[in-house]
């Protein structure tokens, strides 16, 4: 069976907002505000604190915008091999959530802890490890390897977005590495920080996942084709 990586990028078509100038204002916009707003933080951590706590406002958008990107990605990637997309977002998205922040007995506390005892179960880690990494292997390197070369909107966004959510993780382990000499004030802004970008990388996930790959003229034409094959009704 001779494997072609074209043939696994079939359905990632191009999303609204992909390769446009509005997309490019949209972009330049999102990173002013995004500096802007990691400098307040930075500035004034105390103030920022309380959109940065467990179940806040900073979370609530992170878990947000990740369970967004997984139920966008299930819909507009179809099929087995691209599967491990939407279901990456959602674990990520319910990792997310702590059921402590609500009320015992409510709804979201019920559904969090459902899920908690899901998750734990052996054969279902088994099946959701088989599928990402079998999607990963499969579908993903091929697939990541041909956009990098393409330099596609999509893949530029998940990197970045990547890189935000390495340098959030560098920051929680600086910070439990040098808890001890670093002062309250600054373990704050660390923390504040890092809750940030976070954020930001959950952002720039959806948006990747909603710019989508792009059609290339090849594929263009070949539709253009097919449609005047088809007579005329009128």
Not at 188 to 194: D, K, P, Q, Y
Not at 218 to 227: F, L
Request: glycine share 8%.
């Amino acid at each position: 069976m001779t494997f072609k990586a074209n043939d696994q990028v079939d359905g990632l078509s191009s999303g609204p907002v992909a390769d446009t100038g509005v997309a490019r204002l949209t972009i330049w916009f999102a990173v002013l505000s995004g500096v802007v707003l990691l400098g307040a933080v930075g500035i004034w951590p105390e103030q920022a604190l309380v959109f940065n706590q467990e179940g806040g406002l900073f979370e609530t958008i992170s878990a947000a915008c990740l369970f967004a990107a997984g139920v966008a990605a299930l819909w507009r990637y179809p099929g087995v091999t691209r599967l491990y997309i939407g279901l990456t977002f959602l674990l990520l998205a319910e990792r997310e959530l702590e059921e402590s922040v609500y009320s015992e007995g409510s709804l979201p506390f019920l559904i969090l802890v459902g899920l908690d005892a899901v998750l734990d179960v052996t054969v279902v880690r088994v099946v959701l490890a088989c599928v990402i990494l079998g999607g990963v292997i499969w579908h993903g390197i091929p697939t990541g390897w041909r956009a990098v070369k393409q330099r596609t909107s999509f893949m530029i966004v998940f990197i970045v977005a990547g890189c935000l959510a390495v340098i959030a993780q560098l920051l929680e382990e600086f910070t439990g590495l040098h808890s001890d000499a670093l002062s309250s004030v600054m373990k704050t802004r660390l923390f504040v920080l890092e809750e940030t970008l976070e954020m930001f990388f959950s952002i720039g996930i959806l948006a990747s996942v909603l710019i989508g790959w792009p059609k290339s003229k090849s594929d263009e034409t070949s539709h253009d084709k097919d449609i005047r094959a088809f007579p005329d009704p009128s």
